[in-house]
Nanobody, 126 residues
Framework: QVQLVESGGGSVQAGGSLRLSCTAS????????MAWFRQGPGKEREGVAS????????RYADSVKGRFTISQDRSKNTVYLQMSSMKPEDTAMYYC???????????????????WGQGTQVTVSS
């Protein structure tokens, strides 16, 4: 049974930083894309970043490029999202997701993922 557990959310002022963690269990790491999504108040859930654990290629939404970094620690089955230069519009519930690998890059579309964590809240104040 696949389980994804996120942590690291909280409140931060604009311009600040946070690091989210997602620890996974019950799956084959080498065959799974990992990604972060977020859902702000009244908004659709959107892809933020993804990583292919084999090619180590990362993909980012335009809105976070240059500010967020996704990384992994395979020994801990953990994926991280380092968020810097944060903006109020980054306020959202952040979700970790797991899906199959189809190519060198992993998608950041929701349809590419079928396992989800419970989410961790991130609030950025101005």
């Amino acid at each position: 049974q696949v389980q994804l557990v996120e942590s690291g959310g909280g409140s931060v002022q604009a311009g600040g930083s946070l690091r989210l963690s997602c620890t996974a269990s019950g799956y084959t790491y080498s065959s799974s894309c990992m990604a972060w999504f977020r859902q702000g108040p009244g908004k659709e859930r959107e892809g933020v970043a993804s990583i292919n654990p084999v090619s180590i290629i990362a993909r980012y939404a335009d809105s976070v490029k240059g500010r967020f970094t996704i990384s992994q620690d395979r020994s801990k089955n953990t994926v991280y999202l380092q968020m810097s230069s944060m903006k109020p519009e980054d306020t959202a519930m952040y979700y970790c997701a797991l899906g199959r690998i189809w190519g060198a890059e992993c998608t950041i579309a929701r349809t590419g993922y079928n396992y989800w964590g419970q989410g961790t809240q991130v609030t950025v104040s101005s």
